[in-house]
């Protein structure tokens, strides 16, 4: 997936180079005219920003902590897909879980966010009201 994604960016931005090259090498705008030279220079640097950008988002992606389990789904929102009184089903981040609510009563299709598990139950409340 990584790898595939690598060669699109790096496709995009060779098209992205020659587009801005044939661009001011090619036009000239109310008089003004670039030379090779200059066309080249703005292309090369206008791709090493591109390469810049994309590798300093690549740097902070790697600092990011790694959300996953128990953190990852406590405040996540979903929806309820039966009737939670005080259990169900309901469905988080694309999955169905068992949950549970606290002396409420949730109806199928109301928005839930989890505010904590019990073993593999999640412990939900309604979206739109404090804890």
């Known amino acids: 997936m990584h790898v595939s994604l690598a060669v699109i960016i790096g496709i995009l931005v060779i098209v992205a180079a020659i587009l801005i090259y044939v661009a001011l090498a090619g036009i000239p705008f109310v008089g003004l005219a670039a030379n090779d030279e200059e066309a080249l220079g703005v292309t090369l640097f206008a791709v090493a920003l591109i390469i810049a950008g994309?590798?300093?988002a690549g740097v902070r992606a790697q600092f990011k902590r790694v959300k996953?389990?128990?953190?990852?789904?406590?405040?996540?929102?979903?929806?309820?897909?039966?009737?939670?009184?005080?259990k169900?089903?309901?469905?988080v981040n694309g999955e169905f879980w068992e949950a549970a609510t606290q002396d409420i009563m949730i109806k199928a299709g109301q928005q839930v966010e989890v505010v904590g598990m019990d073993g593999m139950t999640l412990v939900v409340k309604?979206?739109?009201k404090p804890k």
Not at 73 to 85: C, R, S, V
Not at 88 to 91: E, I, L, M, V
């Open 126 to 128: 309604p979206a739109n």
């Open 68 to 86: 996953t389990g128990k953190e990852a789904l406590i405040g996540a929102k979903g929806t309820a897909i039966t009737d939670l009184n005080p």
């Open 88 to 91: 169900g089903t309901a469905r």
């Open 54 to 56: 994309i590798f300093a």
